[in-house]
């Protein structure tokens, strides 16, 4: 980014709703006197989506009976505060929940900058660290971490730990830029211990919220209104952990769904199989991410510099939905429309971070339909035709405009009840549009799609289940897991990759979450029997905390299932169940059958479909933790950094041992050439992940 003016600048932070300071050539000592009061800044610090002048910076000074109005803020090049270049006063009130947000321009590229916040008793916030992005000509190599799903109510938050260990021991070239947060950041779905007293898999429920206004659903809570989605985001910024890494490096973060609703998608819920208006609590939960997340993000109710002014909505059936599954109702688009999170950043000559919003804007999943049900069966669990999945997501557009009239599924003719409908969108037309144009005119080495949910398909092949194991599978060929995710919306991720082919865009690397699981592997519109062609790679990041598939199977897979052996398979001298689902994904259903039988993992990887999954590296459904990018001008490296399930938080300086560590490298290819990915384990034992 070019240097800006500051009247540019001051617009700019009008726009977004934030104080603005401009920074000075000149450095001053500190004017005022301040003392550490962590107590009086309960939530810590946080600064975000730094560019390569300027960057956010957030904190949070409840009330307590005083009345303050405004604190000072000051951005330092030093940690002592001996060369302050920016300084400011920081509205809070209580109409933002005693937030602020503070824009910081004027800085220089690429550098480590200190800030803090001062009452005017000189009562002070922790001294904390912010980075601002290299210009766009900037050649250096880009380091950042993705992580998604942190939960706070059912786990530890170990991984921000050993993020924070690792990078103070790195030499300074070697430390990360920014945190990409992919979203839950929250979950708003909470137990408080004494609904689930026996605990959650292996997890003990902790008492983190209550909430004032909440509802309660079977035996968890959800927020109704702004002031229970603001409890929530204080809950979890009270954990020590989380609130030392957004002391440390500017997070640039993304609502998926877990900020608005668990089943959420445009401003509707879904609990007990009924989808009911949720417009209310759609601007609740935008108010309280503009509140408690410092980003550049655009909310279209005017220029206020302290204030999000939530638009006037109700909650009312959203019934008609155009050829882009956008619900029309008047309220629904007020509440979708309070606040635009999708964005673009950039950091120097070889990164352009391009942020997607993959819930505000969707058509409803039409696996989440009662009519698909018919799909599943105790038989065979998790597994969903692949055949049905394509039908279903294409609509009317299926097989050039000619959907079948019904699916088979065994000896079942379920009516195809989408063949009158336009195709699945995750990304809604305008949003599209914004992302297709953003990738066609990047500049950028590397065009980093920073998506919420993951993009790579996830994929069995019960169809290779010997006969006489279980009833025959009553699809045609493979099957797909649901996920609701871009790795079942054919249609929409095949026109964004042809789009990447068709204009020859190289480069192309896709971060995501929400799967709680680590995947690394290639983009591509189809696999086998189609044509199999990259466009791009492809990563997923584990989960923080939240737990992942094989922790739920251990606790609720029967034990006496045939298909056992697929998902939490035990080799003949195995004490525990593995994870043998990691194998499933990647070399199918023989491989995971002969390590039943044998607990030899060489001759299990020697029966490997090559037809199942040649899209996928890596793929470990039950890992947790964070991924490292490394990004060069000509490769790109996602370092995938496993911990132990976070049970209970470490009280180890460096968070607690590691499982594994996985790298997965790319060259950069030519816009004629295939992407290609290397894969290695540094570190410990990932032996069914590869
Ligand atoms: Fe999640």
């Given at each position: 980014?070019a240097?800006?003016s500051?009247?540019?600048f001051?617009?700019?932070a009008?726009?977004?709703?934030?104080?603005?300071?401009?920074?000075?050539?000149?450095?001053?000592?500190?004017?005022?006197?301040?003392r550490?009061?962590?107590?009086?800044?309960?939530?810590?610090v946080?600064?975000?989506?730094?560019?390569?002048?300027?960057?956010?910076l957030?904190?949070?000074?409840?009330s307590?009976?005083?009345?303050?109005?405004?604190?000072?803020?000051?951005?330092?090049?030093?940690?002592?505060?001996?060369?302050?270049?920016?300084?400011?006063?920081?509205?809070i009130?209580?109409?933002?929940?005693?937030?602020?947000?503070?824009?910081?321009?004027g800085?220089?590229?690429?550098r480590?900058y200190?800030?803090?916040?001062?009452?005017?008793?000189?009562?002070?916030?922790?001294?904390?660290?912010?980075?601002?992005?290299?210009?766009?000509?900037?050649?250096?190599?880009?380091r950042?971490v993705?992580?998604?799903?942190?939960?706070?109510?059912?786990?530890?938050?170990?991984?921000?730990?050993?993020?924070?260990?690792?990078?103070?021991?790195?030499?300074?070239?070697?430390?990360?830029?920014f945190?990409?947060?992919?979203?839950?950041?929250?979950?708003?779905i909470?137990?408080?211990?004494?609904?689930?007293?026996?605990?959650?898999?292996?997890?003990?429920?902790?008492?983190?919220?209550?909430?004032?206004?909440?509802?309660?659903?079977?035996d968890?809570?959800?927020?109704?209104?702004?002031?229970?989605?603001?409890?929530?985001?204080?809950?979890?910024?009270?954990?020590?952990?989380?609130?030392?890494?957004?002391?440390?490096?500017?997070?640039?973060?993304?609502?998926?769904?877990?900020?608005?609703?668990?089943?959420?998608?445009?401003?509707?819920?879904k609990?007990?199989?009924?989808?009911?208006?949720?417009?209310?609590?759609?601007?609740?939960?935008?108010?309280?991410?503009?509140?408690?997340?410092?980003?550049?993000?655009?909310?279209?109710?005017?220029?206020?510099l302290?204030?999000?002014?939530?638009?006037?909505?109700?909650?009312?059936?959203?019934?008609?939905?155009?050829?882009?599954?956008?619900?029309?109702?008047?309220?629904?688009?007020?509440?979708?429309?309070?606040?635009?999170?999708?964005?673009?950043?950039?950091?120097?000559?070889?990164?352009?971070?391009?942020?997607?919003?993959?819930?505000?804007?969707?058509?409803e999943?039409?696996?989440?339909?009662?009519?698909?049900?018919?799909?599943?069966?105790?038989?065979?669990?998790?597994?969903?035709?692949?055949?049905?999945?394509?039908?279903?997501?294409?609509?009317?557009?299926?097989?050039?405009?000619?959907?079948?009239?019904?699916?088979?599924?065994?000896?079942?003719?379920?009516?195809n009840?989408?063949?009158?409908q336009?195709?699945?969108?995750?990304?809604g037309?305008?949003?599209?549009?914004?992302f297709?144009?953003?990738?066609?005119?990047?500049?950028?080495?590397?065009?980093?799609?920073?998506?919420?949910?993951?993009?790579?398909?996830?994929r069995?092949?019960?169809?290779?289940?010997?006969?006489?194991?279980?009833?025959?599978?009553?699809?045609?060929?493979?099957?797909?897991?649901?996920?609701?995710?871009?790795?079942?919306?054919?249609?929409?991720?095949?026109?964004?990759?042809?789009?990447?082919r068709?204009?020859?865009?190289?480069?192309?690397?896709?971060?995501a979450?929400?799967?709680?699981?680590?995947?690394?592997?290639?983009?591509?519109?189809?696999?086998?029997?189609k044509?199999?062609?990259?466009?791009?790679?492809?990563?997923?990041?584990?989960?923080?905390?939240?737990?992942?598939?094989?922790?739920a199977?251990?606790?609720?897979?029967?034990?006496?299932?045939?298909?056992?052996?697929?998902?939490?398979?035990?080799?003949?001298?195995?004490?525990?169940?593995q994870?043998?689902?990691?194998?499933?994904?990647?070399?199918?259903?023989?491989?995971?059958?002969?390590?039943?039988?044998?607990?030899?993992?060489?001759?299990a990887?020697?029966?490997?479909n090559?037809?199942?999954?040649?899209?996928?590296?890596?793929?470990?459904?039950?890992?947790?933790?964070?991924?490292?990018?490394?990004?060069?001008?000509?490769?790109?490296?996602?370092?995938?950094?496993?911990i132990p399930?976070?049970?209970?938080?470490s009280?180890?300086?460096?968070?607690?041992?590691?499982?594994?560590?996985?790298?997965?490298r790319?060259?950069?290819?030519?816009?004629?050439?295939?992407?290609?990915?290397e894969?290695?384990?540094?570190?410990?034992?990932?032996?069914?992940?590869?």
């Open positions: 980014m240097p800006i500051r009247k540019v001051i617009q700019t009008i726009a977004l709703g934030a104080t603005a300071a401009w920074g000075h050539s000149l450095t001053l000592p500190s004017a005022f006197s301040w550490e009061r962590r107590d009086l800044y309960p939530e810590g946080a600064s975000g989506d730094p560019d390569s002048n300027s960057v956010l957030w904190t949070r000074y409840p307590n009976g005083h009345a303050a109005k405004k604190l000072n803020v000051e951005v330092a090049e030093d940690e002592s505060f001996h060369q302050v270049v920016a300084s400011a006063k920081a509205v009130s209580e109409a933002s929940d005693w937030t602020c947000r503070v824009l910081v321009g800085l220089k590229p690429a480590v200190w800030y803090r916040f001062t009452d005017a008793k000189g009562n002070g916030s922790r001294l904390s660290r912010t980075i601002t992005a290299p210009t766009d000509n900037d050649e250096r190599p880009i950042f993705f992580v998604s799903c942190q939960n706070v109510n059912q786990g530890a938050q170990n991984a921000y730990r050993r993020m924070i260990f690792e990078d103070e021991g790195a030499a300074e070239l070697d430390r990360l830029g945190i990409l947060h992919l979203g839950d950041f929250i979950y708003e909470v137990w408080y211990p004494e609904d689930r007293p026996q605990g959650m898999y292996d997890r003990r429920i902790r008492d983190i919220v209550r909430y004032q206004h909440g509802e309660k659903i079977e968890f809570h959800i927020p109704t209104v702004v002031d229970d989605y603001r409890a929530i985001y204080r809950a979890y910024l009270h954990d020590p952990d989380l609130q030392d890494a957004r002391a440390r490096w500017p997070f640039v973060c993304m609502w998926d769904n877990h900020e608005f609703s668990w089943l959420g998608w445009q401003s509707l819920q609990f007990q199989g009924t989808t009911r208006p949720a417009q209310t609590r759609k601007v609740a939960a935008n108010q309280a991410f503009f509140e408690y997340q410092p980003a550049r993000i655009f909310k279209p109710s005017g220029p206020s302290d204030q999000f002014h939530p638009p006037r909505v109700v909650d009312q059936p959203v019934t008609h939905f155009d050829d882009h599954g956008l619900g029309q109702e008047t309220n629904n688009m007020t509440a979708i429309r309070s606040l635009r999170g999708y964005r673009a950043l950039r950091w120097g000559r070889n990164t352009e971070l391009i942020i997607t919003d993959q819930r505000s804007y969707r058509s999943d039409p696996t989440d339909r009662a009519e698909a049900n018919a799909f599943s069966s105790k038989d065979f669990p998790e597994f969903f035709p692949e055949e049905a999945l394509e039908i279903f997501d294409a609509g009317r557009v299926y097989d050039q405009g000619h959907p079948p009239v019904s699916v088979h599924y065994g000896d079942n003719n379920v009516p009840f989408r063949k009158d336009p195709p699945q969108t995750i990304l037309a305008e949003q599209k549009a914004w297709l144009e953003k990738l066609l005119r990047s500049k950028a080495t590397w065009k980093i799609w920073g998506n919420t949910i993951a993009t790579l398909d996830m069995a092949d019960p169809q290779n289940l010997p006969p006489d194991l279980t009833r025959p599978w009553p699809g045609s060929g493979f099957a797909g897991f649901v996920g609701g995710d871009f790795g079942t919306a054919y249609v929409e991720r095949g026109e964004i990759y042809d789009f990447v068709d204009n020859g865009i190289t480069g192309f690397a896709t971060v979450g929400d799967r709680h699981s680590f995947w690394a592997g290639l983009a591509a519109k189809f696999l086998p029997p044509s199999f062609e990259p466009v791009g790679i492809a990563f997923v990041t584990a989960s923080i905390s939240a737990p992942g598939m094989v922790e199977f251990e606790h609720v897979f029967p034990k006496d299932h045939p298909l056992r052996p697929l998902f939490v398979g035990q080799g003949p001298s195995d004490a525990r169940p994870p043998t689902v990691n194998m499933l994904l990647r070399h199918g259903v023989k491989s995971c059958l002969e390590y039943a039988k044998s607990g030899d993992i060489s001759k990887r020697a029966l490997s090559p037809d199942l999954s040649p899209h996928v590296s890596f793929a470990d459904m039950g890992g947790h933790g964070y991924s490292v990018v490394r990004v060069t001008s000509d490769s790109f490296e996602a370092e995938f950094v496993c399930r976070p049970l209970e938080r009280n180890r300086a460096d968070g607690g041992p590691l499982l594994y560590r996985s790298k997965h790319a060259k950069l290819w030519g816009s004629r050439e295939t992407p290609r990915l894969s290695q384990i540094v570190e410990g034992d990932a032996r069914f992940s590869v």
